[in-house]
């Protein structure tokens, strides 16, 4: 299809599956900031005022799993008192072992389990991220800040949705809106719209794509006063979609929050969105799809693959020769290119894992051509 509508959504920091995320990201960089070479599986589920902290970790720091979850509750703006309980039990050894292997003296990472990652990147933003999810996200981190600037009247739970039209596959105008906000029961509904209108989308919305036939959803439900835990369970890694592209590029198999950087699932996912944005940002395409595969204890991929979806300048099977000449896809070389063993991964829970400037994987290189 070359027109067509395209939607997108995001959620905010106090979504319950949000808040789960966060707590797992934050026990990772409390592991990763006393040990680099901490294996961290660690989750978290919450209902009501009901939190439980599980999984397997292997590693030599000490971590107070408990309190992590209570300060993230508080950091978002949940005053309630939480109980939580901890299982995290040590990691198998048997895993352990398969991805910290020792050949001829010399230490190799291993990917920690099979699996398929994608990257994507595209040009239709500065950000080299699809128009719809850009834009969901756009809204939620505006809803955040003017949930804190208002926060007797807008409460931290919150969604967004963007439908964006395309025409001859790009990107010309916004159809139509959504945003949810959980709110304090002394404001009514349409004092929220206003406010919502007013200070969430008209400041970040580009005018040019906005017109008379833009449709807006504000809190469609009605009232939103019960938000959070309290209105709905919260998991690890529910949100991987919203992490991602919103949609519109392929996901693998796996969430991100909570792994340590053994897990392909999060850097090689993360090394592969840094190939499909190089390649776009080097011209050599509009858009572009990277999929690689792993096996467990196994160092070097075992596929990789380049999609272009007809906008290469140079044909595919050419552009993946570019890939292999300027990008290493072993483990340990994405651990280290990509300086991952540090406690950056709170930083990514929120509003994408991707389009992020400070983050290693947005970076941009000049690619070397193949001689």
Known sequence: ?????????????????????????????????????????????????????????????????????????????????????????????????????????????????????????????????????????????????????????????GKTQVSVEYKDDKPVRIDTIVVSSQHSKDITQEELKKLIKEEVIDPVIPAELLDENTKYFINPSGSFVVGGSFGDSGTTGRKIVCDTYGGMGRIGGGCFSSKDPTKVDRSAAYYSRWVAKNLVANHYCDKAEVEVSYAIGRAQPISICVDTFGTGKISDEEILEVVKHNFNFEVGNILDELDLRRPIYARTTNYGHFGDPELPWEKIIELKPVQ
Request: proline share 6%; hydrophobic share 35%; glycine share 4%.
């Open 1 to 157: 299809m070359k027109n067509y509508i395209f939607t997108s959504e995001s959620v905010t920091e106090g979504h319950p599956d949000k808040i789960c995320d966060q707590i797992a990201d934050t026990i990772v960089d409390a592991a990763i900031s006393q040990d680099p070479y901490s294996n961290m599986a660690v989750e978290a589920t919450i209902k009501d005022d009901f939190i439980l902290v599980y999984g397997e970790a292997n590693t030599k720091a000490e971590i107070d799993y408990a309190q992590i979850a209570k300060d993230v509750l508080k950091k978002i703006g949940y005053p309630e008192e939480y109980h939580v309980t901890v299982v995290v039990n040590q990691q198998s050894p048997e895993i352990h072992n398969a991805v910290n292997r020792d050949e001829n003296g010399k230490r190799i990472v291993t990917a920690g389990d099979q699996g398929i990652m994608f990257g994507y990147a595209s040009n239709e933003t500065p950000e080299y991220l699809p128009a719809p999810i850009f834009y969901a996200h756009t809204l939620s981190r505006q809803l955040t800040k003017v949930r804190r600037e208002h926060p007797n009247l807008l409460k931290p739970d």
